[in-house]
């Protein structure tokens, strides 16, 4: 019903930035919610950002002033714009979709800050 799709992950050196892209397809109209999750080697799933239908943005405590969750109507895309990376930042990213009955899930995309 909805596809995501992720681009924009890569290496990069600590204080750098990267900027996320999920690009989304199908019946988009009932979702109710979009985020970015991260999932690093040894944990959990986490959820880093997320956006309402209503456009209202939320974040994870230890990112909060250096990533900026957004999107873009038009283009039917999500991003996670990310700045002073940090090498406890490196993980795959996943971007999610939420409809209250169903959860769709992009491929993710390796992020790795080195030091």
């Known amino acids: 019903q909805v596809q995501l799709v992720e681009s924009g992950g890569g290496l990069v050196q600590a204080g750098g930035s990267l900027r996320l892209s999920c690009a989304a397809s199908g019946s988009i109209f009932r979702l109710i919610l979009m985020g970015w999750y991260r999932q690093a080697p040894g944990n959990e799933r986490e959820l880093v950002a997320s956006i309402t239908r209503a456009g209202s943005t939320s974040y994870k405590d230890s990112v909060k002033g250096r990533f900026t969750i957004s999107r873009d109507n038009a283009k039917n895309t999500l991003y996670l714009q990310m700045n002073s990376l940090k090498p406890d930042d490196t993980a795959v990213y996943y971007c999610?979709?939420?409809?209250?009955?169903?959860?769709?899930w992009g491929q993710g995309t390796q992020v790795t800050v080195s030091s």
């Open positions: 999610g979709a939420h409809s209250g009955q169903t959860d769709y």
